[in-house]
């Protein structure tokens, strides 16, 4: 594989085709977490460390498990219970290293394993059928472009937090209007040519 191609799949990833912001996967984590950078910032590497790995075992699961014996109809089953086991190893080492980032991210933690853009991640390496190595590179450069999105929304709504808003765009509707900016920023990098 040329670094071209490796290249195209991390700025596809993060820029161009980003789970939030173009493909509006994630949505729930986005808004409910993107109050803090603090709690932004965990959950961007608790979606990181959970996306890279649950596209590899779902990877790992479907070529060696699934496709061999046929039973492709299980792929969805499957990618879920490898993502709830790796959430749930996520929150226990969070909770046990990190007891004020656990209680931070509060129910968010647990949303990861029903968060969309994880399942997305591992349902899109599949359909592009991507080797091992490249669904290494998509998820996590999927992750990372889920923490820039959500860490940058954080920013933006902390500084809103110290201006006079009228109070009909106060909390979720002002962070709607801001995830839609943000949307239409990045929709500037599809004319990117690598």
Known sequence: MEFREILIIIVGAVFIHNFVLNRFLGICPFVGVSRQIEASVGMAMAVVFVMTLAGAVTWCVNTYLLVPRGVEFLRTVAFI???AALVQLVEMF?????PGLYSALGIYLPLITTNCAVMGVALLNIKEDHTFFQTV???ASAAVGFGIALI?????????ELVGLPKPFRGA?????VA???AIAFMGFSGMKL
Request: glycine share 4%; charged share 15%; proline share 4%.
């Open 137 to 139: 590179v998509f998820s």
């Open 94 to 98: 969070l909770q046990k290293t990190s």
């Open 180 to 182: 839609a900016l943000m």
């Open 152 to 160: 940058l929304m954080a920013g933006i709504r902390e500084r809103l």
């Open 81 to 83: 219970l490898v993502i």
């Open 173 to 177: 509707p002002i962070a709607f209007i």
